[in-house]
């Protein structure tokens, strides 16, 4: 991935770099004179001296004079900050975790490590399955064919051991029918290390001629799931940026313009790869990481860069550069920077969460937003600076329909607040009520799929690509004993005793009550446990012996039972494995977990459970608690930040309404597509019948705050014309049209990028790009145009309305600009 995101660096920095030389090298436009001389008498003995044009005020015009005073330096410094993080990252990053969805401290993990200091660490292994094409597996031709397929795989060094059927005569190394067996390849490496000799164990096993084998295991699955997800990068990256560039020059008309929001992408994106890498150096990073930071780096970084050029455009118009730079800084760079905080603090919100791997999505995705801040709010605005009237240049020939006016500004300036969107909100102001209560009806109903959702952890096979390792465990849990589905792992503890030394008749009763009752609850097929004999021992005389100390026992007996109860009974626990016909990580699933824990122990002895059933069932009794929080952290704190932007009490519950509406409905879809499975044959996917609890999670936070994004630079347009006007209602609508272009050509950047993603392999990156490109083309088009003007219409005054202490105290923040400053 290192390599891939050096390639694409440096490509993104040599295009830009490469369009602003060649237009440096032209003779620049005239820019307009900022200084007009000052009429003195025809007396005065002195040369007139110029009007210098007065410098805005407010902390983001102060941090855009601080841009343009070191507009030389600032690149630079940008560009070898890129280039010391990656070298760093190099030599001191981490790897990042299949895992992180279990719940430290609660009952599964208590078990699981429970099993793991009486039976030992479960081993890694790899699975190997052969098909006999003469249907007879257990024969001996065919075990020494797979014994010898299997003799490079042997030699490995990081192979502990090689289990046959012809080792181990256990019926579950053969499938029902005997046409298909089984071996298992011990590794002695953790599962998490054991992912980098997947392909090379894999190659190394040489399949006899006409038997069909299949390759599978833990290590395996992931494995080709990092190598999916490395393909779905790139494939997304090379889809969404052509059509970005092309947007862009849509937008700009000018390759430097279009230019620049690649830059701020190729000098954020690694700076945040390397940051994740550092990061995964000292605490657990989830694989889906890259995902989100690469979706969330590449809408914001192009989204905020158009902003801030366009704004940067429109100021030179009427200023020189440097007031241009500030002015661009002190109203889109203040949007960006609360737009920015909106996100960040939507993502902070997984910290409440206690799974490493929400954790980790949250601290990637706010790196991700600050590298972007950090790029956009310094580096961009002293290119501009540098670049000045240049970034015009380059111009692309376009129609006529498509072609911007900057080079007329007394046309520019007309055309302003008149387009499309300002014309759609002008006739929604006329019927506000009429209009937005059926919208508000439809966009609920469109999200009423989402009360019948099915979460899950999104662990379940189906949830995983199709993969030939996915085919083989397929295989393994449609045809061989056992295999139909994860099952729940009972650990029954008499304290202080030793059950080695055998198991009385009386305990043995209590046991077999105990497997009776679990036998009755509902979905249970299959239950193993202590009390079944080996296969040939009949169960009376084996009950018999189990009775006996070990000691005491026959050596012939003691020779055979000792290997088979080492895995049911060590030291004082007993095993009792629970099979079910039930999907493991579902609702059902779960819901068997708690049966299974109602069951009351036998006397004396305390029962823990483990397995996937019971990590999903503790998983998501502490997603549970922490999703309340988690929503209204993101809600509070975003209408905080609103509020103390815009001065005003009703717009932030506005923008919050808002937001929620066009979530809502890409919620519903998320679930009547990808869980219940319509089109899934169009969009090519295998519905599962659950949803991953994080991909509503993930949606709610990344696009509670990207909706604030186009909300922000929209209300502060609106706000603009209203305290120059006085004029609700005209405030709106002309607010509507002079952002309607860019909102709509950043919507589409977004789009792009999230629709590419819905290309993926995999299900859950596929479900989060289609949802998310659906939110955001909601919230660029229903929202904006119908619903934000219906509302503002409405309310009138109030939009604004704060009681005065509470304006006078908020703006001397510098983030709120009261009706006195803005008349200065």
């Not at 549970?624 to 009490?649: D, K, N």
């Not at 879809?669 to 499975?677: E, H, K, M, P, S």
């Amino acid at each position: 991935m290192r390599k891939r995101l050096v390639v694409a660096g440096i490509l993104g920095l040599g295009v830009p770099v490469l369009a602003a030389w060649f237009a440096r090298s032209q003779k620049a436009d005239p820019a307009p004179e900022p200084m007009q001389p000052l009429s003195l008498p025809p007396s005065a003995p002195h040369r007139p001296r110029p009007v210098l044009e007065p410098h805005p005020t407010g902390v983001f015009a102060a941090i855009g004079r601080f841009d343009y005073r070191f507009r030389k330096v600032l690149p630079l410094l940008g560009l070898a900050l890129v280039i010391g993080l990656n070298l760093w990252a190099a030599n001191a990053g981490g790897k990042l975790i299949q895992g992180g969805w279990v719940i430290s401290g609660s009952q599964e993990q208590a078990a699981t490590q429970l099993l793991a200091d009486r039976f030992g660490e479960q081993a890694t292994t790899m699975l190997v399955v052969y098909r006999d094409p003469n249907g007879d597996a257990a024969s001996p031709a065919f075990q020494q064919e797979i014994r010898d397929s299997l003799d490079d795989v042997a030699a490995d060094p990081v192979v502990d051991k090689v289990t046959t059927y012809a080792d181990v005569p256990d019926p579950r190394f053969l499938s029902r029918d005997h046409s298909a067996a089984l071996a298992i390849v011990t590794l002695d490496k953790e599962m998490e290390d054991s992912v980098e000799d997947a392909q090379r164990l894999s190659d190394k096993v040489h399949a006899p001629a006409g038997v069909t084998t299949y390759v599978t295991g833990i290590p395996q699955l992931y494995h080709e799931f990092n190598h999916k997800i490395e393909q779905d990068l790139v494939q997304a990256e090379m889809v969404s940026l052509p059509i970005a560039l092309v947007i862009l020059l849509i937008v700009f008309g000018t390759l430097v313009g279009a230019a620049l929001p690649l830059l701020m992408a190729a000098l954020a994106l690694p700076s945040t790869f390397a940051v994740i890498d550092l990061l995964a150096g000292v605490t657990d990073m989830s694989i889906f990481v890259t995902n989100i930071a690469t979706m969330i780096g590449l809408a914001l970084a192009i989204d905020y860069s158009l902003f801030m050029v366009s704004r940067f455009r429109e100021e030179l118009r009427h200023h020189s550069v440097e007031i241009a730079v500030e002015r661009m800084m002190g109203s889109v760079g203040k949007a960006v920077a609360v737009s920015g905080v909106a996100v960040a603090i939507g993502l902070s919100s997984l910290s409440v969460f206690e799974a490493d791997a929400l954790r980790s999505m949250g601290w990637g995705g706010i790196v991700t937003v600050v590298s972007t801040l950090v790029f956009g709010l310094t580096v961009l605005p002293a290119l501009l600076g540098m670049l000045g009237h240049r970034v015009n240049r380059l111009r692309v020939p376009l129609p006529a329909f498509l072609r911007r006016v900057e080079d007329d500004p007394d046309l520019a300036d007309a055309r302003q607040g008149h387009g499309v969107w300002g014309w759609i909100a002008a006739r929604v102001m006329r019927r506000p009520i009429l209009i937005a209560v059926p919208v508000l009806a439809v966009l609920l109903l469109l999200g009423s799929p989402f009360l019948s959702t099915q979460l899950s952890t999104g662990q379940n096979l189906e949830d995983l690509p199709d993969t030939p390792a996915r085919a083989g465990f397929q295989v393994i849990l449609d045809e061989f004993p056992g295999g139909e589905s994860d099952p729940i792992t009972v650990a029954l503890t008499w304290p202080d005793d030793d059950l080695e030394d055998g198991i009385s008749v009386e305990r043995q009763d209590a046991l077999a009550t105990y497997i009776g009752r679990l036998h009755a609850l509902d979905g249970v097929t299959e239950i193993e446990s202590v009390l079944d004999p080996p296969g040939g021992m009949d169960e009376q005389q084996y009950h018999q012996l189990l009775a006996l100390p070990a000691a005491q026992r026959p050596a012939e007996a003691r020779a055979a039972l000792e290997p088979y109860l080492a895995g049911l009974i060590a030291d004082d626990t007993a095993k009792v494995t629970v099979f079910s016909s039930l999907l493991p990580d579902s609702n059902e699933g779960r819901a068997l977990v708690d049966a299974v824990r109602g069951v009351q122990a036998p006397d004396g002895a305390q029962a823990l459970t483990a397995g996937l059933p019971s990590r999903s069932h503790d998983f998501m009794e502490s997603f549970r608690h922490a999703v309340p929080v988690a929503v209204l952290i993101v809600v509070a704190v975003t209408g905080g930040v609103l509020f103390l932007t815009f001065g005003s009490v009703f717009l932030p519950l506005k923008a919050v309404l808002m937001s929620l509406m066009s979530i809502t409905a890409s919620f519903g879809a998320l679930v009547f597509i990808f869980q219940q499975g319509h089109f899934d044959s169009l969009l090519g996917f295998e519905a599962g019948g659950t949803t991953a609890a994080w991909l509503p999670l993930i949606m709610f936070a990344i696009l509670f705050g990207l909706s604030m994004d186009y909300e922000v630079l929209l209300l502060s347009r609106i706000r603009e014309r209203y305290l120059a006007t006085g004029d609700n209602t005209r405030a709106v609508a002309e607010g509507i049209g002079i952002t309607g272009g860019i909102i709509t050509g950043a919507a589409l950047i977004m789009v792009a990028v999230f629709a590419a993603f819905a290309l993926s392999s995999i299900t859950f990156i596929k479900a989060l790009g289609f949802s998310m490109a659906l939110a955001v083309l909601i919230d660029a088009t229903v929202v904006r145009g119908i619903l934000v003007p219906a509302f503002m219409r409405v309310m009138g005054w109030v939009n604004w309305w704060a009681p005065r202490w509470v304006q006078r105290g908020v703006a001397r923040l510098g983030l709120y600009e009261g009706p006195e400053a803005a008349s200065a």
